[in-house]
């Protein structure tokens, strides 16, 4: 089986003024295949959102290879990169970051605005929401909906290219627990359509769904 994404000798570390720096994450090796949900799990501060900036390719990491089906972003430039990640990766960070000024059907179809694709995924936009259960509130705003929705309408929107990777940050923080469960639901699902899903958590429900984890100090 091919391998989506993968993480050879990772560390991930931050420049201090006058001081050494700030290791987060070291020698991580992650490797995640389609059909395989992976979770990143650690205490707040581990890490976690980190290793998640460095596989989605938004921060490159300080030692070591992020590599997407083989191919080793270091040697690729910021556009390539770009690019790559609107073809094959969704991201989902934990604020979820809809755009208040737009229904949730037209944050949902955002990630179609750059390739002009507005018009052909409309359909695709209003059956994922069918698919996360909010159909309903495609016409509502941000601000109208719950927690969980909003976490429903991100993960729409994320799923909207047909990524082969699906990197989600923390989507259960915050919600109620039929909520959060609803959301592990879908994850699940995207996982058993094949997709390859790394997700960053402490919720315990989510980290014993998942089918590999790496545990940050």
């Given at each position: 089986m091919s391998t989506v994404l993968e993480f050879d000798d990772v560390t991930v570390a931050y420049a201090r003024p006058r001081d050494v720096p700030l290791v987060l994450v070291s020698g991580c090796d992650i490797?995640?295949?389609p059909g395989r949900l992976h979770c990143v799990a650690g205490r707040s501060g581990s890490g976690k959102t980190s290793v998640l900036r460095v596989a989605a390719g938004l921060v490159a990491p300080s030692e070591g290879r992020v590599l997407w089906d083989g191919l080793d972003l270091a040697g690729l430039d910021d556009d390539a990169v770009t690019r790559l990640r609107r073809d094959r990766v969704g991201f989902l960070d934990q604020a979820g970051s809809l755009l208040d000024g737009m229904s949730v059907l037209e944050n949902?179809?955002?990630?179609?605005?750059?390739?002009?694709?507005?018009?052909?995924?409309?359909?695709?936009?209003?059956?994922?929401?069918?698919?996360?259960?909010?159909?309903?509130?495609?016409?509502?705003?941000?601000?109208?909906?719950?927690?969980?929705?909003?976490?429903?309408?991100?993960?729409?929107?994320?799923?909207?290219?047909?990524?082969?990777?699906?990197?989600?940050?923390?989507?259960?923080?915050?919600?109620?627990?039929?909520?959060?469960?609803?959301?592990?639901?879908?994850?699940?699902?995207?996982?058993?359509?094949?997709?390859?899903?790394?997700?960053?958590?402490?919720?315990?429900?989510?980290?014993?769904a998942a089918d590999a984890r790496t545990h940050l100090a």
């Open positions: 490797t995640v295949r949902v179809l955002v990630p179609a605005v750059p390739a002009r694709r507005v018009r052909e995924l409309g359909e695709r936009a209003l059956a994922l929401l069918d698919e996360v259960g909010i159909a309903d509130r495609a016409s509502a705003r941000p601000g109208e909906l719950s927690g969980g929705e909003r976490q429903r309408a991100a993960l729409a929107r994320a799923l909207l290219l047909s990524p082969r990777l699906l990197i989600v940050d923390e989507p259960t923080a915050g919600l109620d627990r039929t909520s959060a469960d609803g959301i592990i639901d879908l994850l699940v699902a995207r996982r058993d359509a094949d997709v390859a899903v790394l997700v960053a958590s402490h919720d315990p429900h989510l980290i014993d």
